[in-house]
């Protein structure tokens, strides 16, 4: 018996450690928060101790922990309290949840909440003469999925003086009826004529979402993620959770860009990246939207939308956002954008080839979310720029999303390079994966399944989605742990299994690599570790 013994010992599985060498080991030991030695399960036995929890996996895989490099956590957390329609499947479920939640809680001035999903109406458009069959007497406000279109009733348009004379904001779009009243979907920048009204959570309902999505996303086997959109008031729960010890996610942080203020906000911003280090959290990002999302015609294209002059929605202009860009760069932001169409992804990395220009290079690790459509020319310039692709792989398979209202406006040409993950990775980029959560699932091993299957879940039985922009699933793993590491600056002590690294773990209930263990979006997590300290536990 070792006199030195580690404080926790797994032993007898299958320790993936997704190091260069891709090397895989029976046993891992963890001491004082860090990995102290990885082998053989016979060679390791003797630093088992009368102190040491030893567990044997009986063949199971054991991972890096998981980091998602591009999720909304304290929205996620908020679920709990308000009107949650993620679970939905129709529009008439959707309208009795409503009903249901608006009949619990008459103390609320306004009935808010997420989830409903475009593909439930004709078109993608909801329609507010539904909502106020349910809800009459109050406001009601509930984004979609992907947060790019809110549902509101007559009284929310009426609070926010809304009518058929009202212009669309530059970034957005009201939704209209064919004598141009507005029917009840506003689509991006127009979603704040009402969001704006809607009050705001309390600094304890703030803290709590992200306490109840740490937990959730823990129990996921998740160690690290990176917030895509903080703002003052999250930011304040993020540093009040940190500074008494209860944040035990890793957590990177974006500040919002404010479309609104222009460049004028850069000193708000350094002030608030100045406040963002505290215990386990870093804010070292800003995020920008540059257009939309397809399904309402706001994604950014090259060439029009299928049958019209439609363009998208660019929300800069291209010399205005390689202007942010290079300020932001200078400043020493990592910057994070939102780029769904070919046109935003191309205006995108044009602005990070100015910021080099005008700066030098430099190790930023900017990012571009979600690239749903990248031009073939684009997909080398990832590499060439060191931009990494934050990929959300859950998405790339044919839903009705993708069959109903994305396919038919985009036409067979952009068809062949929708979400083209495979070419990325070929053309040299580095991956890191995100879930986008609350706008889908945020489970690793479902996601993981799609990005190596582009075969929808879990209706396995459809067909896939260029499946020669399939990864390997190892590639898949590497993308979740280590490349999300990479965009996280968590690389050196995160990320993989080495020595003197730290013992961020996630152990699963079967060897993931194994072909006869079942799809590995049925995979569970049995348990996951944070500096050696079991922060899920279901052993």
């Given at each position: 018996m070792d006199p030195n013994p580690a404080d926790l010992l797994l032993t007898g599985g299958a320790v993936y450690t997704v190091d260069d060498a891709r090397s895989v080991h029976e046993a891992v030991a963890v001491k004082d928060g860090r990995i102290a030695a990885l082998g053989p399960a016979d060679e390791l036995a003797h630093l088992a101790g009368s102190t040491t929890r030893v567990v044997d996996l009986e063949g199971r895989t054991v991972l890096p922990g998981f980091q998602d490099a591009h999720l909304h956590p304290l929205d996620g957390g908020l679920l709990a309290i308000v009107c949650n329609l993620h679970e939905t499947e129709s529009a008439a479920e959707c309208?009795?949840?409503?009903?249901?939640?608006?009949?619990?809680?008459?103390?609320?001035?306004?009935?808010?909440?997420?989830?409903?999903?475009?593909?439930?109406?004709?078109?993608?458009?909801?329609?507010?003469e539904h909502l106020n069959a349910v809800v009459a007497d109050r406001p009601v406000y509930l984004e979609n999925r992907?947060?790019?279109?809110?549902?509101?009733?007559?009284?929310?348009?009426?609070?926010?003086?809304?009518?058929?004379?009202?212009?669309?904001?530059?970034?957005?779009?009201?939704?209209?009826?064919?004598?141009?009243?507005?029917?009840?979907?506003?689509?991006?920048?127009?979603?704040?004529?009402?969001?704006?009204?809607?009050?705001?959570?309390?600094?304890?309902?703030?803290?709590?979402?992200?306490?109840?999505?740490?937990?959730?996303?823990?129990?996921?086997?998740?160690?690290?993620?990176?917030?895509?959109?903080?703002?003052?008031?999250?930011?304040?729960?993020?540093?009040?959770v940190?500074?008494?010890?209860?944040?035990?996610?890793?957590?990177?942080?974006?500040?919002?860009?404010?479309?609104?203020?222009?460049?004028?906000?850069?000193?708000?911003?350094?002030?608030?990246?100045?406040?963002?280090?505290?215990?386990?959290?870093?804010?070292?990002?800003?995020?920008?939207?540059?257009?939309?999302?397809?399904?309402?015609?706001?994604?950014?294209?090259l060439e029009p939308y299928v049958g019209t002059d439609n363009l998208g929605l660019g929300m800069h202009e291209s010399e205005e956002l390689a202007r942010m860009v290079t300020l932001l760069d200078a400043h020493g932001f990592q910057v994070h954008i939102h780029t769904i169409g070919d046109r935003a992804v191309r205006e995108s990395l044009d602005a990070f080839e100015a910021a080099q220009r005008a700066n030098g290079p430099r190790d930023a690790r900017h990012h571009l979310a979600h690239i749903q459509l990248v031009h073939p020319d684009d997909q080398p310039r990832f590499a060439e720029l060191g931009v990494v692709a934050n990929a959300q792989p859950y998405w790339a398979a044919t839903s009705r999303y993708v069959t109903e209202l994305t396919?038919?406006?985009?036409?067979?040409?952009?068809?062949?390079?929708?979400?083209?993950?495979?070419?990325?990775?070929?053309?040299?980029?580095?991956?890191?994966?995100?879930?986008?959560?609350?706008?889908?699932?945020?489970?690793?091993?479902?996601?993981?399944?799609?990005?190596?299957?582009?075969?929808?879940?879990?209706?396995?039985?459809?067909?896939?989605?260029?499946?020669?922009?399939?990864?390997?699933?190892?590639?898949?793993?590497?993308?979740f742990t280590r490349?999300?590491?990479?965009?996280?600056?968590?690389?050196?002590?995160?990320?993989?299994?080495?020595?003197?690294?730290?013992?961020?773990?996630?152990?699963?209930?079967?060897?993931?690599?194994?072909p006869g263990a079942g799809p590995v979006g049925d995979a569970r997590v049995l348990l996951t570790l944070s500096e050696g300290e079991a922060v899920y536990d279901a052993f």
């Open positions: 309208l009795e949840v409503i009903r249901r939640y608006a009949a619990g809680h008459p103390e609320r001035d306004w009935i808010t909440g997420d989830g409903w999903s475009m593909d439930f109406f004709s078109g993608g458009n909801p329609d507010k992907d947060g790019h279109t809110a549902w509101v009733n007559s009284r929310a348009l009426e609070l926010a003086g809304i009518t058929a004379g009202s212009s669309d904001p530059a970034d957005g779009r009201i939704e209209r009826g064919a004598e141009g009243e507005p029917t009840g979907a506003l689509h991006e920048g127009a979603m704040g004529l009402v969001g704006d009204l809607v009050p705001e959570p309390t600094q304890e309902e703030w803290e709590q979402a992200l306490l109840n999505a740490q937990a959730q996303l823990h129990a996921l086997g998740i160690t690290a993620w990176q917030d895509a959109s903080v703002k003052p008031e999250t930011l304040a729960a993020y540093r009040a940190a500074g008494r010890g209860a944040l035990t996610m890793r957590v990177e942080g974006n500040l919002l860009w404010v479309r609104a203020r222009g460049e004028d906000q850069i000193d708000d911003l350094v002030a608030m990246r100045e406040q963002g280090t505290v215990g386990r959290l870093r804010i070292r990002g800003t995020k920008i939207f540059q257009d939309g999302v397809l399904e309402n015609f706001t994604g950014a294209l396919l038919p406006f985009i036409g067979e040409e952009r068809a062949r390079y929708h979400y083209p993950f495979g070419s990325l990775h070929r053309a040299g980029a580095t991956l890191a994966f995100g879930s986008d959560w609350t706008v889908s699932t945020a489970d690793p091993l479902p996601q993981i399944e799609v990005a190596v299957s582009r075969v929808e879940h879990p209706n396995r039985d459809t067909e896939p989605l260029l499946p020669e922009e399939a990864l390997d699933l190892d590639t898949a793993v590497a993308a490349g999300s590491a990479y965009v996280n600056f968590l690389e050196d002590e995160t990320g993989t299994i080495e020595p003197g690294k730290l013992a961020d773990l996630v152990v699963l209930d079967r060897d993931l690599f194994d």
